[in-house]
Nanobody
Framework: QVQLVESGGGLVQPGDTLRLSCAAS????????MGWYRQAPGKQRELVAT???????NYADSVKGRFTISRDNAKNTVYLQMNSLKPEDTAVYYC???????????????WGRGTLVTVSS
């Protein structure tokens, strides 16, 4: 089985910076897309940023210009650099990855447990 583990969340003030990390582990042959989603209290989970394996990253309009997604394929890790954080960014951030296990042709959609980001003064 494959696991995704997020880290880097915490309590920060508006304008501060956080860097989230998500490492995939387990039986992995390859990883296609990786991305970040978030869910604020009382709201539905929404896309934050995605990083296709062979394409340009995509961002939600609310984070464009502030957040940057990147990945280290050798480490099966995706990052989310979050600058100029706002109270509206407060949410549990979930890592997502499309993972192919050995000898299996299709990609599995795998989710992490989430890491809490709180932006408050």
């Amino acid at each position: 089985q494959v696991q995704l583990v997020e880290s880097g969340g915490g309590l920060v003030q508006p304008g501060d910076t956080l860097r989230l990390s998500c490492a995939a582990s387990g039986s992995i042959f390859s990883i296609n897309a990786m991305g970040w989603y978030r869910q604020a209290p009382g709201k539905q989970r929404e896309l934050v940023a995605t990083s296709p394996s062979g394409g340009s990253p995509n961002y939600a309009d609310s984070v464009k210009g502030r957040f940057t997604i990147s990945r280290d394929n050798a480490k099966n890790t995706v990052y989310l650099q979050m600058n100029s954080l706002k109270p509206e960014d407060t949410a549990v951030y979930y890592c997502n990855a499309q993972v192919r296990e050995p000898w299996v042709s299709k990609y599995l959609d795998v989710w992490g447990r989430g890491t809490l980001v709180t932006v408050s003064s």
